[in-house]
């Protein structure tokens, strides 16, 4: 392959510097002149031999003057070309923009072929001296200075004519956007597009729209204009600005920002008030999703969101208020509530785009206007939900169950839950009792939802009915399988037996009832006490329902009616007409309660009685298209004095709770000023509470003398705890028995007597158990055992703190206390105080002993987190007395203090074990703390005390053994 080197001159030719400088300008000068008038080149001059001239020069160091005849040549050029612009100022706008776009094109053209002929020079010499334009800059700079910089005529009338333009599209008329975009390309690249052509341009866009914001605004206020037409506006007027700026428009991009928001400010900012009050608020009541998501958008711009969100919780306020203001009828109160909140939250969701801020201001705007009658709406939501878990038909379950979760979201808004959960017990009770809840799992649901959302403790009572209902299905059903069943005769009888920690406060009323209806009950009360000794039953004649079979002229019939109804019904078997007087005194019902259900009877549609005069009559005409009538809604109906007495039952159990709050704080804090105490009694109050209800109970407190007013400490108002700690009531009643205290000495006296009977046999009282005499000296009164010093000590000191009583002390106390000393450990003073760390350690015992022998039972508990084992707490406090009858308690007691065991404690651990152990089956199928609490609180008084003792030998004794053994190993080898 061949190749092709080229090679340098070997010698430089051989020039007269000063005569080729002058002969070749005039060469290049000619040409110049000749492209600037657009003339075509002289055939003698190639391009070639120009760019040889410029190279010649540079290469004998003529670079400088060479530039510097260039930098003078165009200067002169464009100095020429700018009065030629000048000449034509009196042209219209349109065309002089076209003018100077062309002109400056061609300058381009002229600047590019002027280039390539000094392209040597560029690329030497210029690329050295970067202090020096290049050619092309050298030419954009002179082009700037001559035709816009220095040159204001043309400027202004450059500007001015871009800014009209932009002006006549604003105002929809249709310009030469291409002109447009090719005269800011000439800004840009000039480099006055942004100090002289943007500054301008946002000042006219500013004042534009002031003047377009001005009077739009005029327009809305006068009612010209609705605010949906202006929120459309502004939308059209933000997106045209973006588009000019945009791919496809004729602005540089950054201008953008600036533009969007000298609108944003001209037409939203300065007027959001305006916006909110003319138009924000008929859109929400129109629920106009399509403007209200406009207005969010256009408020989000200008940053005013949280003023748009200010409005909006005033608007849900106020209309909140409409609602619940007296006059309003209380039956609709709660739907429209629910569907006030349907629609907020159809609006959070399409327009608000479920933002947080705006989650948070519903919240709080409900809760506001809720809790100004927390009380009433508390009941409110009660009752509405117990009207729609009624029977009712035509109600699919899947929607019923959503409305329920609304009626909670109204709940959780409600301060005063303390109340619904007073309305709720009583409506659930009714409807449990009563057999008119429409879906017994969507109540079970709602129960757990309860729970969820306020806690075991609130739903505990209300758990507690439905398992009294589900205990007392099985208890009839073993009962109609016994043979005392068969004594009730033709009478289906179903009877609930109720807990009654767990429901409404019934007051039993005493009747005449049929002899048949009273002889069941008597045969159902001696079987249900057969199973379980020691409890009793009250029958609540008021809520008994019965079905009774009535002869009417027309045919037979079934009536469902109250227990009352059922008795006066009965008494017309005898006697065809009764007076009021007479029926009450077969009945033996109240007279006001006799009258509410004779009325039920009388003013049904279709009469049961007919009351001609004084007298009651059957109806023997009645009829029916049904075979079964209802007519015990008598029962279901909640009077004005069952309401009166819920609330005075709430106010009773409020007072209970701010004084204990009150008590709590003042024993923590033990001096407090007056203003501070109500805040944090306010803070700690989970119900709505007045300043003056605060005050009522610290009086209350004062004359109890729980704490006493101290004006010196915190100003005026200022309080201090009085309540005294164990210690300082021991050394207060010593100090009074020194000083020789008459009543002080006899209630020492009668407490000594008394503590020595103690039987000393146990270990725990026994002499030297504890300490050695050379430890601990003998007391003054002969007493040798600490623990019998500390029964003595308790015993002084609680006669002490209730001294005012005379009889604060009786024989037998001690017998009582010395067991409870048992139980906790010797440390009185501990829980004297309050504190449960003592049981605690033998809860911890007992967990350990249930890991070796029940290791089921124990990871079970610990996978729900109930390894605590408070379950048993009221076991070791009391030692199992609330768990067994007398005679059983005794068995226990003999077996646990008359026995030689050496750490009776290990015993009661492993009875409790035992207990667990027998109901593992039950336990496993547990599955959180107050289910597990429950059920083993109703196995009080069911226990089989004889197996659980057995059982509790069979596994102690032999761990026992073993010990033993192992101990007397371990001294063998020593």
């Not at 450059?158 to 932009?166: F, K, P, Q, S």
């Not at 023997?620 to 049904?626: P, R, T, V």
Request: glycine share 4%; with cysteine; charged share 30%.
């Amino acid at each position: 392959m061949l190749s092709i080197q080229i090679k340098p001159f070997e010698q430089k030719p051989v020039l007269d510097p000063v005569e080729f400088q002058s002969t070749s300008w005039i060469k290049l000068k000619e040409v110049i002149n000749a492209i600037h008038k657009n003339k075509n080149i002289s055939t003698e001059y190639s391009t070639e031999q120009l760019y040889r001239i410029v190279q010649v020069s540079c290469l004998y160091n003529l670079s400088e003057p060479l530039y510097n005849n260039l930098q003078q040549e165009l200067n002169s050029n464009v100095q020429e070309t700018a009065g030629f612009l000048n000449s034509n100022l009196h042209l219209p706008n349109k065309n002089f923009l076209t003018l100077i776009f062309d002109t400056y094109s061609r300058h381009l053209k002229e600047i590019q072929k002027i280039r390539m002929i000094f392209l040597y020079l560029d690329r030497t010499f210029l690329l050295k001296n970067s202090n020096l334009l290049t050619i092309w800059d050298l030419g954009l700079t002179l082009f700037k200075e001559h035709c816009f910089q220095n040159n204001a005529d043309v400027r202004q009338k450059v500007l001015g004519g871009v800014l009209n333009e932009i002006l006549q599209e604003r105002s929809g008329n249709s310009i030469d956007r291409n002109l447009l975009e090719n005269l800011v390309k000439m800004f840009l690249e000039l480099g006055v597009y942004f100090n002289n052509f943007e500054s301008q341009f946002l000042e006219e866009s500013r004042l534009f729209y002031k003047e377009e914001g001005k009077k739009f605004i005029e327009e809305l206020k006068s009612g010209i204009k609705d605010v949906s037409s202006y929120i459309t506006h502004c939308q059209k007027r933000l997106k045209q600005e973006n588009d000019i700026c945009s791919q496809g428009g004729y602005l540089d991009s950054s201008t953008k920002k600036n533009l969007l928001n000298v609108v944003e400010v001209e037409l939203i900012k300065n007027y959001y008030e305006v916006l909110l009050n003319c138009g924000f608020k008929d859109l929400l009541n129109e629920v106009n999703l399509e403007k209200l998501l406009d207005f969010h958008s256009i408020f989000s711009r200008v940053d005013k969101l949280e003023s748009l969100y200010d409005f909006y919780g005033a608007y849900i306020i106020e209309f909140g208020e409409v609602i619940i203001k007296d006059g309003e009828p209380e039956q609709n109160m709660i739907q429209q509530i629910l569907d006030l909140k349907n629609k907020l939250d159809m609006i959070n969701k399409n327009c608000f785009k479920q933002s947080k801020q705006s989650q948070e201001v519903l919240k709080k705007s409900f809760e506001y206007f809720i809790n100004k009658k927390s009380n009433k709406l508390a009941e409110l939501i009660a009752k509405h939900i117990d009207q729609l878990l009624k029977k009712k038909k035509n109600m699919d379950e899947s929607a019923l169950e959503e409305i329920l979760n609304q009626c909670l979201v109204l709940f959780r808004y409600v301060q005063g839950k303390d109340v619904f959960e007073a309305f709720y017990q009583k409506d659930l009770a009714k409807r449990l009792l009563l057999g008119k809840s429409s879906n017994y799992d969507l109540e079970k649901s709602l129960l757990l939802k309860l729970k969820n959302e306020c806690g075991g403790g609130f739903t505990l009572k209300l758990e507690g009915m439905f398992k009294d209902i589900d205990m007392s299905k099985e208890t009839m059903s073993i009962f109609k399988e016994s043979k005392a069943f068969q004594q009730c005769g033709k009478i289906d009888l179903n009877i609930n037996i109720l807990s009654s920690a767990f429901w409404p406060t019934y007051f039993p009323v005493e009747v005449n009832l049929p002899e048949d209806i009273a002889e069941c009950q008597r045969v159902f009360n001696d079987f249900y006490v057969a199973k379980h000794k020691g409890r009793k039953l009250t029958f609540q004649n008021t809520l008994g329902s019965c079905i009774l079979k009535a002869n009417f002229e027309k045919g037979a019939k079934e009536l469902q009616v109250s227990l009352f109804q059922s008795i006066i019904l009965l008494q017309f078997n005898n006697k065809q007409k009764l007076q009021f007087q007479e029926i009450k005194n077969l009945t033996n019902i109240e007279e006001k309660e006799l009258m509410t259900n004779l009325q039920s009877l009388v003013m049904v549609k279709q009469k049961i009685l007919i009351k001609e005069g004084e007298k009651y009559s059957v109806n023997e005409k009645f009829e029916d298209k049904l075979f079964r009538i209802k007519i015990n809604s008598v029962q279901l109906k909640q009077t004005v004095e069952d309401q009166l007495s819920t609330h005075h039952k709430i106010h009773q159990d409020r007072k209970s709770i701010l004084e204990a709050n009150i008590v709590r704080i003042m024993k923590m804090r033990k001096k407090l000023g007056h203003k501070e105490l109500v805040q944090e009694v306010l803070d700690s109050c989970k119900f709505t509470v007045e300043g003056s209800d605060i005050k009522h109970r610290i009086e209350s407190l004062i004359e109890r003398e729980y704490i006493v007013r101290d004006d010196k400490i915190g100003g005026v108002g200022a309080y201090i705890y009085l309540a005294k700690s164990y210690e300082l009531l021991v050394n207060e009643w010593k100090l009074q028995k020194s000083l020789k205290n008459e009543d002080m000495i006899e209630i020492y006296q009668r407490i000594l007597r008394d503590v020595k009977r103690t039987d000393q046999n146990q270990s725990f009282y026994k002499k030297k158990d504890f300490f050695s005499l050379n430890e601990v000296n003998e007391s003054e009164d002969g007493l040798l055992n600490f623990n019998l010093i500390k029964l003595q000590e308790i015993l002084c000191t609680y006669s002490y703190s209730y001294k005012e009583n005379r009889n604060q002390f009786v024989q037998g106390m001690c017998d009582i206390c010395s067991i409870l000393l048992l139980v906790f450990d010797g440390d009185a003073s501990k829980n004297f105080d309050e504190d449960g760390e003592g049981i605690q350690s033998h809860l911890e015992k007992t967990g350990s002993i249930l890991k070796l022998y029940q290791p089921r039972i124990y990871n079970h508990l610990r996978s729900i987190d109930c390894l605590n084992l408070f379950i048993c707490y009221r076991w070791y406090l009391v030692l199992f007395r609330r768990e067994f009858n007398y005679d059983d308690i005794l068995l226990i007691w003999e077996t646990i203090f008359t026995s030689s065991l050496n750490d009776w404690w290990d015993f009661v651990y492993h009875i409790s074990v035992s207990i667990l152990e027998q109901q593992e089956d039950a336990i496993l199928k547990l599955n959180n703390f107050d289910e597990i609490l429950y059920f083993v609180n109703t196995l009080s008084m069911k226990i089989n005390v004889k197996e659980i003792l057995e059982r509790t030998e069979f596994i102690y004794l032999p761990l026992k053994s073993l010990e033993w053994c192992f101990n007397n190993d371990e001294e063998m080898d020593n």
